[in-house]
């Protein structure tokens, strides 16, 4: 749990060697392996953590139960999940509130933001489509096509906090990446966490690595999401679960949460639990037993 409150508040220094982002990417061969859509078995939307099913098959525990920083009930994650469904009919608390290139022009807002990262097709708007699924007005696009979003596009979550879909990086990234993505995270001041997500079947890529690089000189506390669960064998998944803990545990990873969330947008696994999990980082749910997580 120390090591929990830790995260919270301590954010490094930046790294003296700044490289920005056109730098990186010329470093980076972007060839990630295809996700192949084998051992699809769709499971029904539950309000347990997947890393439960998963624990039964590893001899060590995957996460130490003095890391895990967040552990809500099922009453919790109901409750936590409560906070995504329409309070009338209409649902018209959720609000698309528009798409800008950079964060100069965005409208300056109180509200925490939180931020949905990752590389072009890893799943960013299917996950927030999953997670606005309740409100059908709320229409999310989403593409088979890498780097379909191009903008930043802000959703209004009840007035409680918005959610952030970001360009994808490496294939087809804007060019104005650089200056959107990256400017977005060093000067948007209520941007609270942003969630970096990884695809669950090619595990973490060295364009992920680049972009983590990214985050830890904004000093922007982020959280490891493996995304497209359905997708990956149990194997790839845990190795992939464990690839994501040995970077954390790396000495290049300050400002990482140090508990990962599993999800799949299209079967609901896992969705509920990082619903509660963002009800909970942006002061919205009083989670009994959790002192330091946030
Ligand atoms: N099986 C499976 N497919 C998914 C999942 N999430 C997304 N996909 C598919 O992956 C493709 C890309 O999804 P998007 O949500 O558009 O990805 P993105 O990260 O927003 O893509 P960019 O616009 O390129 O940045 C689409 O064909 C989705 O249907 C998932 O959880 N499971």
């Known amino acids: 749990m120390a090591r929990l409150a830790a995260v919270g508040v301590l954010m490094r220094p930046k790294c003296s060697s700044q490289s920005t982002w056109s730098q990186r990417k010329y470093l980076h061969a972007a060839k990630s392996k295809l996700a192949k859509a084998t051992d699809f078995q769709p499971v029904p939307q539950s309000y347990t953590n997947p ?35 329409p309070k ?38 299917s996950l927030l489509a999953a997670i606005f699924t309740l409100i059908p007005s709320l229409k999310v696009r989403t593409s088979s096509k890498p780097g379909h979003t191009k903008l930043m596009n802000v959703f209004n979550v009840n007035d409680c906090f ?11 990234m804007p060019d104005h990446f650089e200056t959107s993505v990256e400017a977005y995270l060093k000067a948007r001041r209520n941007l609270q966490r942003v969630f970096m997500l990884v695809d669950a079947d090619t595990g973490p890529t060295e364009v992920d690595y680049l972009a983590v690089e990214m985050m830890e000189e904004a000093s922007k506390p982020y959280v490891m999401v493996l995304t497209k669960i359905d997708l990956a064998k149990q194997g790839t998944l845990i190795r992939n679960l464990m690839a994501v803990l040995k970077f954390r545990d790396s000495s290049k990873a300050h400002s990482c949460f140090p508990q990962p969330f599993l999800v799949s947008s299209h079967s609901g696994e896992g969705v509920a639990f990082l619903q509660t999990f963002i009800a909970y980082i942006t002061g919205h749910l009083n989670i009994k037993s959790l002192s330091g997580a946030s």
């Open 162 to 172: 918005h959610l952030v879909d970001m360009p994808g990086y490496g294939f087809n």
């Open 51 to 85: 890393v439960d099913r998963l624990q039964p098959h590893v001899q060590v525990p995957i996460i130490p139960d003095s890391e895990y920083g967040f552990q809500p009930s099922r009453e919790e994650i109901q409750d936590g999940a409560s906070l995504f469904e």
């Open 88 to 125: 009338n009919t209409e649902g018209e608390m959720f609000k698309f509130l528009g798409s800008w290139p950079n964060p100069h022009i965005m409208p300056k807002s109180d509200v925490p933001e939180v931020a949905f990262i990752g590389k072009s097709n890893v799943g960013k708007s």
